[in-house]
């Protein structure tokens, strides 16, 4: 069965701030892991990343695969009070095109 | 920006009821999939939807639920009879399969059931 696991489950850090989110996944035929950010409902999509050290940047949030560790982390600087949320971190697996989720993450920003 | 959209944002059943809840997907989507998040829990995936058949379901997916693209916008989960341990957010969401992202799926804000 694929597995998703996120560390540390929670954190809370003040405004401004960097913080390392840390997924690892075991997934059957993998092709991609994902990260989404929840805040009151819908998981918002961040980013996806299928190659193996290429970082994925948007503004203050970065991210990075590990093929070789299967492992992912999202990086996050200059935190701000937005940036709440729980960080949700997904693998796909290509054959049967499913998601596995881990628990995510709950980052607090103190201001 | 396109997004998925569901309705009812709530709802509230009496066990052994049926209940259907909605889904509009991103127009130029063709795969659709519904996710349940009990309270507390994982974000877990129910079923995968193609070319108006199911694709994959997971185990959780049993003879209680269905789905459906009763036209050409709407995608709907229906619950036959629901049990206590129904009781959870649910998620649709789509993706764009001629992007070559088939896994970058965008959630729309989901349906929390409440069975009582």
């Known amino acids: 069965e694929d597995k998703v696991v996120q560390s540390p489950l929670s954190l809370v850090v003040h405004e401004g701030d960097t913080v390392t989110l840390n997924c690892s996944y075991e997934?059957?035929?993998?092709?991609?892991l994902l990260w989404y950010k929840q805040e009151k409902k819908a998981p918002t999509f961040l980013f996806m990343l299928t190659s193996s050290g290429i970082e994925k940047k948007s503004g203050r949030l970065s991210s990075i695969l590990d093929k070789k560790e299967l492992s992912s982390i999202l990086n996050i600087t200059a935190t701000q009070t937005g940036d709440s949320a729980i960080y949700l971190c997904?693998?796909?697996?290509?054959?049967?095109?499913?998601?596995?989720f881990g628990t995510g993450t709950r980052l607090t920003i103190i201001p | 920006e396109p997004e998925v959209t569901q309705t009812p944002s709530h709802q509230v059943t009496q066990m052994g009821q049926e209940v259907i809840l909605r889904c509009v997907p991103i127009?130029?989507?063709?795969?659709f999939y519904w996710y349940r998040q009990i309270l507390g829990q994982k974000v877990e995936f129910l079923v995968s939807?193609?070319?108006?058949?199911?694709?994959?379901k997971s185990e959780i997916f049993d003879d209680q639920f269905s789905v459906e693209r009763p036209d050409g916008s709407n995608f709907t989960l229906k619950i036959r009879s629901t049990k206590l341990e129904d009781s959870a957010m649910y998620f649709c969401?789509?993706?764009?399969?001629?992007?070559?992202?088939?896994?970058?799926?965008?959630f729309g804000p989901g349906t929390r059931l409440l069975v009582l």
């Open positions: 997934v059957t035929n993998f092709r991609s």
């Open positions: 127009s130029n989507h063709l795969y």
């Open positions: 969401a789509s993706s764009d399969l001629t992007s070559g992202e088939l896994e970058t799926q965008y």
């Open positions: 997904a693998g796909f697996n290509f054959g049967n095109e499913k998601l596995t």
């Open positions: 939807f193609y070319n108006n058949e199911i694709s994959e």
